[in-house]
């Protein structure tokens, strides 16, 4: 007579719940939280891979009544608290009371511009860069007229926030003294006077304990009043400014926003800025 094995069922329900759960995130789109877009399709494969084990497991369901199988139930514990938390915890990343705590991650101070999507001329260490990192070639031959919007601005969109960024540092000097503009949440810094802030995105290149804060340097007559974590539009005009970099323990040269127009946005549906993709991938 077959019954069935509880320790085998287990794994069933398991490997089943890990399909289910993957499936989910993507579906609600609470991957996000996670992991970068690229990593999508993998999470999919995984998901399929667990469906599949699951399905071969159904074999193991049922054992004879003299059948003696048991499996350490230490196994089951480790494989089910992963799951078990993931259900019950709403997934947030990483929010901006974590990012806070953080630092920030500014091309000037450090140098490193370039992402790791980049082609290999432009990375750091390239022969053909600088010694300062920086490409060695003109303005023009970075900055085109689809970098502005129709009105004139240099906006740093979400869609291409990181690019934009190093675009700045890149071309600082031709963009010194025109429009820009940004939207991200407010970070603080101690050694910053009440008007200077930042504002920042959290950039995600591989998963969500990856993610770095970056953002643009700004300064505002009434700043003072601005929380920090507050989601804000900043208009006004770039240009550089010396900034004192506490963890060099020097200064450094940033590009910066002074700004004519601050004002509160709502906070977006997806917190996280990537390097730069095809819309495609974003939506």
Known sequence: MRRLDPDETLWFVLLLGYGLYMTFLLVSGDVRYFMHPRMFPFIAAAAGVFFLLAAVQTSCLFRSSDADRRRGRLWFVLFALPLLLGMTVAPRGMH??????????????????????????????????????????????????????????????????????????????SLTGRKGRISGFVQRRDTLPAARFFVARMLMVCCAADALVTGLLVEWPEGVALEPGAWVEAEGVLGSTEFFDDWLGRDVTVPFLKAERVVPIAKPANIYVYPSLPRSILD
């Open 96 to 173: 901006e009371e974590t990012a806070m705590r953080k630092g920030m991650a500014y091309s000037g101070a450090r140098g490193e511009i370039a992402s790791f999507l980049d082609p290999p001329e432009k990375r750091i260490g390239s022969p053909s860069m600088g010694g300062n990192g920086l490409m060695e070639t003109g303005a023009s031959d970075i900055l085109g007229d689809s970098d502005f919007d129709p009105d004139g601005f240099f906006t740093v969109d979400p869609m291409h926030f990181d690019r934009k960024l190093r675009l700045l540092e890149e071309s600082l000097s």
